[in-house]
T-cell receptor, first 120, second 114 residues
Framework: AQKVTQAQTEISVVEKEDVTLDCVYE???????LFWYKQPPSGELVFLIR??????QNEISGRYSWNFQKSTSSFNFTITASQVVDSAVYFC?????????????????FGDGTTLTVKP | DTGVSQDPRHKITKRGQNVTFRCDPI?????LYWYRQTLGQGPEFLTY????????KSRLLSDRFSAERPKGSFSTLEIQRTEQGDSAMYLC????????????FGSGTRLTVV
């Protein structure tokens, strides 16, 4: 069975602070994918990033960066110079090999999310 | 394409009634997923389709839940004999087979069973 743990239930920061959201996962698959989604107050989940298990390179996209460490089964998400618009619930998710037909292939297992509040 | 559409946005029903939700995925996406989300929790997998084939259904799903995707286009999720515990946000998502861009989620249908 797959499992995703987001230990931080809520985080509150002041605008312009950097913040890191933690994600730890468990899987027996050798090929898997990790995702981050953002759920703003409006409610619709928005895809942010996908990483596969063979690519441990860190990724940066503007103020967002992701640190994937297979050795610790973690896929952490950092927002640099946070802004009020970053306030949302952030979910980490895990799925099996999307191109195959094994049990975990078609579904993503989500963590329970981290609520980030950025205060002006 | 306007993304994933779900209808209705809100549904209030009495316990014991049947309800049906509809999802229209992005037309190029051959995978369609149903998830359920309750307050303070992450989305919980219910079922998914590859084209018209239902490839997996969560063991957590009782027999009161059924989903279809005729002709691999839109999908419906039906809940029979609703219970108060069914109250949740029902999310539909779609993706291409490779999922390179993750799921595209709809806005969800909020079900309240009274």
């Amino acid at each position: 069975a797959q499992k995703v743990t987001q230990a931080q239930t809520e985080i509150s920061v002041v605008e312009k602070e950097d913040v890191t959201l933690d994600c730890v996962y468990e899987t027996r698959d050798t090929t898997y994918y990790l995702f981050w989604y953002k759920q703003p107050p409006s409610g619709e989940l928005v895809f942010l990033i996908r990483r596969n298990s063979f690519d441990e390179q860190n990724e940066i996209s503007g103020r967002y960066s992701w640190n994937f460490q297979k050795s610790t089964s973690s896929f952490n998400f950092t927002i640099t110079a946070s802004q009020v618009v970053d306030s949302a619930v952030y979910f980490c998710a895990l799925s099996g090999d999307l191109g195959s037909y094994n049990t975990n292939a078609g579904k993503s297992t989500f963590g329970d999310g981290t609520t980030l509040t950025v205060k002006p | 394409d306007t993304g994933v559409s779900q209808d209705p946005r809100h549904k209030i029903t009495k316990r014991g009634q049947n309800v049906t939700f509809r999802c229209d995925p992005i037309s190029e996406h051959n995978r369609l997923y149903w998830y359920r989300q309750t307050l303070g929790q992450g989305p919980e997998f219910l079922t998914y389709f590859q084209n018209e084939a239902q490839l997996e259904k969560s063991r957590l799903l009782s027999d009161r839940f059924s989903a279809e995707r005729p002709k691999g286009s839109f999908s419906t999720l039906e809940i029979q004999r609703t219970e108060q515990g069914d109250s949740a946000m029902y999310l539909c998502a779609s993706s291409d087979r490779q999922g390179a861009y993750g799921y595209t989620f709809g806005s969800g249908t909020r079900l309240t069973v009274v």
